[in-house]
């Protein structure tokens, strides 16, 4: 097989060589003010809170007019956001006004109200379950972005609010040399070789997300060793709701260049299937989307549409 995909690899090396040896320190803060807090809709989760939480962590506060405990958290919460000053923003969802939402968090095992979910880099994680005091609401928080730090979700330090100066940042450092090394074993087809070396990079820095994206590639490169690329498109085409065959077929068309394809096929095995399957299907395209550059078009697109299926 022509392994398309490879040639996003030697992109990102490019990239990075470049990158290297001029490239500017920090980078530019989104335009224009963040609010604190932001009321959302089932229309308008996917931009407010799905999309918003690329560039600034989100908690979600799913609440509704009869909870008692709710009117206790709320207005905690909204201090709190406001006192972050942009640094994180609070998201307010009404499950009565908003049913698809409130199936959705009925559908991640959650009964009850209050309930605030965290959202960082487009990834939902359950966060507190059940009204608080404020002391303990602040801790909370404060210890939620330690573990999301430690996870290589967020940067060190404080979540970075709008208005930041990035001269004032640190300046960027060097590109790895065992980076450079791992992807030219890639590129040279030694897949145990760059393997090594881009576990090597990961056990070091477990945030390190082009060692993450070369691994990534490394696997799928192992997964397509030995398919029948027509086999596989066939039999996946002969069982649209099967997750194995689905997922298989997406790596051929990875590696044969169909990046669209692969992700669209994905995407509607998202919607067509259900928990474990469905789980599993999420994750396979998440691990495709870190084979190509962060800032291709076709990740951004697909990841609204996968974002749409979910939500």
């Given at each position: ?67 008692g405990p ?48 965290a959202v ?65 074993a890639l ?125």
């Amino acid at each position: 097989m022509d392994l398309g995909a490879r040639q996003a690899a030697a992109k990102k090396q490019q990239e990075r060589r470049a990158q290297a040896a001029n490239a500017p320190a920090g980078a530019a803060p989104p335009a224009g003010a963040v609010a604190a807090v932001v009321d959302v809709t089932d229309q308008t989760f996917n931009a407010e809170v799905v999309e918003r939480s690329q560039t600034v962590p989100v908690l979600v506060d799913f609440w509704a007019e009869w909870c008692g405990p709710c009117k206790q958290l709320g207005p905690i919460l909204e201090k709190l956001a406001a006192e972050a000053a942009g640094s994180w923003v609070l998201a307010k969802v009404d499950i009565d006004a908003n049913p698809q939402l409130a199936q959705y968090m009925q559908q991640m095992g959650v009964r009850g109200i209050p309930f605030v979910a965290a959202v960082v880099g487009g990834q939902l994680l359950p966060f507190l379950n059940g009204a608080a005091p404020e002391p303990q609401v602040r801790q909370a928080i404060d210890q939620l972005f330690d573990a999301l730090r430690k996870e290589g979700l967020l940067p060190d330090g404080p979540p970075p609010g709008p208005g930041a100066d990035p001269a004032a940042g640190p300046a960027q450092p060097p590109v790895d040399p065992l980076l450079l090394e791992a992807e030219d074993a890639l590129q040279n087809g030694d897949l145990d070789l760059a393997a090594e070396k881009f576990q090597a990079l990961l056990a070091a820095n477990p945030r390190d997300e082009d060692a993450a994206g070369g691994l990534a590639l490394v696997e799928l490169s192992r997964r397509v060793r030995h398919l029948d690329a027509n086999q596989a498109v066939a039999a996946a085409e002969a069982a649209p709701a099967d997750a194995a065959k689905q997922t298989a077929a997406a790596d051929v068309e990875m590696v044969t260049g169909q990046v669209d394809a692969a992700f669209a096929r994905l995407i509607a095995a998202v919607r067509r299937t259900a928990g474990d399957d469905r789980e599993a299907v999420r994750k396979h395209l998440l691990d495709l989307f870190a084979i190509l550059p962060p800032d291709d078009p076709r990740v951004g697109k697909a990841r609204r549409a996968l974002q749409s299926a979910l939500f």
